[in-house]
């Protein structure tokens, strides 16, 4: 069976990327998680999946011009559910302290829009927490995949992909020859975009598959048969659900 990583933790319950959101995946016997990573602008790592901090909390602005005590006093969970007022966005550091014992913890880096140490001190903190077995770093920039390895050959890499330019031109090579060349551990498609044939030629190069925002029973099932050796979903407790149906 696939391990069941929580899409931005169980990010249909409590706010996304915030740390009620990962301890609710553990609540769901969620395998793992998936988060997203930027610096902000003293050089903290941060974690949120926009550039802006304006979709998901009471503020505005570009993280990346914000430092943290700015960031910390900003309100991340009242436009998701008053419940949730107050919370505020996590650390990497403090998201590890909570996930750290986690089979797998998939770390996307999102591409700087300028030059900073964002993938360097993502791979300082791996190492640092001794979670080099039971994580993953991905990106949707291959630069960025190959940079992660120059630092640090044993750190586990992702590339990620979807139906834009690259993602055309990864499925015109052939998924498997361009993941090979690339020297990642997993390919991270759009659950839209992996064909059966796909998954068995990237196991035959050792390379895993975990595709992203697995929601539906059908795509659960279907992506299971095939192989793929974990689901990325938006609503893991429902994904284990299903996948304990069918064992």
Known sequence: MPLVLAHRGANKVAPQNTIPAFMKALEFNADG?????HLCKDGE???CHNYTVDETSNGKGLIDELTLAQLKAMDFGSYFNKDFSGVSLPTLSELLDVVRNMKLINIEIKPPKKDNDLVKKVVEEINKYEIVDNSIVSCFDPECVRLVKEIDKNVKTAL???NDELGNEIMTFGVAKYCKQLNVNAAHPHRKLIKENEVLELHNLGIAVNPWTVNLEEE??????WGCDALISDVPDYCRKVLESIK
Do not use: A, G, P, S
Request: charged share 30%; aromatic share 6%.
């Open 45 to 47: 790592i941060v974690v």
């Open 33 to 37: 998680i998936e988060t997203d990573v």
């Open 220 to 225: 659960i099932i279907r992506l299971t048969k």
């Open 160 to 162: 990620l992909y979807e």
